[in-house]
């Protein structure tokens, strides 16, 4: 059965502590991996897609890497603003259904 | 760039009562249409998805319905619901099936 897996579950940094987020995927032939970032009672803001190995992605303190087995979130010098709940999810052989983890909850505190 | 919108955006009902949440998108045409529910402490769990006018499928069987009367509005319902239907519903559009789905902000559904 696909998984995904994200951890830790929270973490809480000081504004300029860089650190990273995982999201370990089981699945049979990986069609994309899909980075969103959800503010709390609203839906999911998509940031990247990663479709193989070795592929990496980035928007401003956001840089997104894959490997066979996992994806890493980098968060370089996070402000406040960066606080949310960061989902990965992975596209099923399906084709259709997104796979989701339970996603991080990132604190950024001044 | 599609825009989704969700209505309504709070919703507290009975138990037993019947549910209707509907989602239009603007700016795209033929889009894949979804609805996930995302529940407390658990990650989003897709409900339905359809391709095409009429076309949908469920992926976990439950008290729920979903019907695409147009090409760009998808509606979820229920005809009684139940205490363990309460969550957060998401509707969400794609294009190709590899390409990134881009969700509305949602209903918060609370059943008493």
């Known amino acids: 059965e696909d998984q995904v897996t994200q951890s830790p579950e929270a973490l809480r940094l000081q504004e300029g502590e860089s650190s990273s987020l995982n999201c370990s995927y089981t699945?049979?032939?990986?069609?994309?991996l899909f980075w969103y970032r959800q503010d709390p009672g609203k839906g999911p803001e998509f940031l990247f897609t990663?479709?193989?190995a070795g592929e990496e992605k980035e928007k401003e303190r956001l840089k997104a890497t894959l490997t066979k087995k996992e994806s890493f979130l980098h968060i370089t010098a996070p402000k406040p603003e960066d606080s949310a709940t960061y989902l990965c999810?992975?596209?099923?052989?399906?084709?259709?259904?997104?796979?989701f983890g339970k996603g991080t909850s990132l604190l950024v505190t001044p | 760039s599609q825009t989704i919108h969700q209505w309504p955006a709070t919703l507290v009902q009975p138990v037993g009562s019947p549910l209707s949440l509907e989602c239009t998108v603007e700016?795209?045409?033929?889009?894949?249409l979804y609805w996930y529910r995302q529940a407390a402490g658990r990650g989003l769990q897709l409900l339905f998805y359809?391709?095409?006018?009429?076309?949908i499928s469920s992926e976990v069987p439950q008290n729920l319905s979903a019907s695409r009367p147009q090409d760009r509005q998808f509606i979820l319902s229920s005809k009684k619901l139940l205490l363990s239907d309460s969550g957060f519903y998401l509707c969400?559009?794609?294009?190709?099936?590899?390409?990134?789905?881009?969700f509305g902000d949602g209903t918060r559904l609370s059943i008493l």
């Open positions: 999810a992975v596209q099923a052989p399906s084709g259709y259904a997104l796979n």
């Open positions: 699945v049979s032939g990986l069609r994309g």
């Open positions: 990663l479709y193989s």
């Open positions: 700016g795209t045409s033929n889009p894949n």
């Open positions: 359809s391709v095409g006018i009429g076309q």
């Open positions: 969400a559009c794609g294009t190709d099936s590899n390409q990134p789905q881009h």
